[in-house]
């Protein structure tokens, strides 16, 4: 039977996975094309458009593991798209890539049933995105729901990672690059593939062992954070939630 820390543990790869998979899906590229936006001008002002409309600064500052340049670039870049209406546009592409990834799923309407608690009940302390992706209205269909539920889910785990890479001592690119593999929403992923996509330039320095271990440290105080945001569940239902997550054939 799974305790809270074990559920933080087991889950955290899948959420990882599956809570952004919407955000280089072909509904988000279609709203891409549509609006006249490069892929991470909506990106930025969709995810991080729950912030208000505000300076880059406050944008970077919750976007930790990219560059400041490219933050304030790609926020910039896509103010045609007010903040507000944004938002509205990346939650219709989250619900409708779960309608489309998870609506032959028999789970989903128990996955998000179990995930709700989770986000209602967490403490938003250090995790700003996931205190505005939590205040946005959830859909009202199952699959639509609980893909929204995981990416909000993984918006307090990411909010809290920072916090503790921060409070490590680590540059984001240095934790970056010392992680070994890393569930994403385009699958695992090494610390230079990572690095390339957050668009850190070139070449990379290999993480000292130190850096290794400090970012091995990270990864376990990221999961002592996460704890208690399960521990609204008993053993029965997160053995549930972590079996319902085991969920990559349907997708």
């Not at 609006?35 to 930025?44: D, N, S």
């Not at 969709?46 to 933050?71: I, K, M, N």
């Not at 995105?129 to 699959?143: E, H, K, M, N």
Request: charged share 20%; with cysteine.
């Amino acid at each position: 039977m799974a305790d809270p820390r074990t559920t933080a543990v087991q889950v955290k790869a899948p959420i990882g996975q599956f809570g952004g998979g919407f955000m280089i899906s072909r509904e988000a590229k279609a709203v891409c094309a549509e609006y006249g936006l490069g892929a991470r001008e909506f990106y930025f002002r969709g995810r991080c458009g729950v912030l208000g409309e505000c300076d880059a600064d406050v944008v970077t500052s919750v976007a930790v593991f990219f560059p400041a340049q490219h933050v304030e670039e790609s926020w910039n870049g896509g103010r045609k798209l007010p903040a507000e209406r944004a938002v509205e546009l990346y939650a219709e592409v989250c619900q409708a890539w779960g309608r489309r990834k998870l609506g032959g799923y028999d789970g989903c309407a128990r996955l998000a049933e179990l995930l709700q608690p989770v986000v209602e009940q967490a403490s938003p302390v250090g995790a700003p995105l996931f205190a505005g992706w939590r205040a946005v209205p959830l859909a009202g269909d199952p699959p639509a729901r609980a893909a929204q539920l995981l990416h909000v889910v993984r918006e307090l785990r990411g909010g809290l990672h920072a916090n503790a890479v921060i409070a490590a001592g680590l540059h984001p690119l240095e934790a970056t690059l010392a992680t070994s593999h890393d569930a994403t929403p385009f699958g695992t992923a090494d610390g230079e593939m990572i690095a390339k996509f957050f668009t850190w330039p070139e070449p990379y320095t290999q993480p000292e062992p130190g850096v290794v271990a400090r970012r091995a440290a990270v990864e376990e105080a990221t999961d002592d954070l996460m704890t208690p945001a399960f521990s609204v569940l008993n053993e029965h239902e997160s053995d549930e939630l972590i079996e319902l997550l085991r969920f990559g054939h349907a997708l």
